[in-house]
């Protein structure tokens, strides 16, 4: 969901509309582990795991541009320990892969 998006709905339930209320709000969730930020969509994503420390790996769908969170517990270890072999502290990650989903993956123009 973009900024906008966003607005639109607190808009709705009487809160503010202008856009410095939405980032503030998606900063607010995203600081709080409970949104991420997808950068290659300029968009946000609620959480699937809140309150636990993880680095999630968004797989996002190139067709119909559905987003998944999934589990990245060996691509932490090993980005961290390649941070740790040039003394580098990584305070910050987000990676995020571009394919297609299940159900695009098996339609005919997706094979094209």
């Known amino acids: 969901m973009g900024a906008y998006e966003v607005l639109d709905r607190l808009a709705a339930d009487g809160f503010g509309n ?9 900063e607010f969730l995203v600081e709080n582990g409970l949104a991420h930020r997808v950068r290659r969509l300029n968009a946000f994503a609620a959480c699937m795991r809140p309150g636990e420390d993880h680095a999630p790996v968004f797989l996002i769908c190139r067709d119909c541009g559905e987003v998944a969170e999934a589990g990245a517990d060996e691509v932490r270890s090993a980005l961290l320990a390649a941070a740790a072999r040039h003394n580098f502290t990584v305070e910050r990650a987000t990676v995020e892969a571009l394919g297609l989903c299940p159900r695009c993956a098996q339609t005919p123009e997706a094979e094209a």
């Open 18 to 26: 202008q856009p410095p209320v939405a980032y503030r709000a998606l």
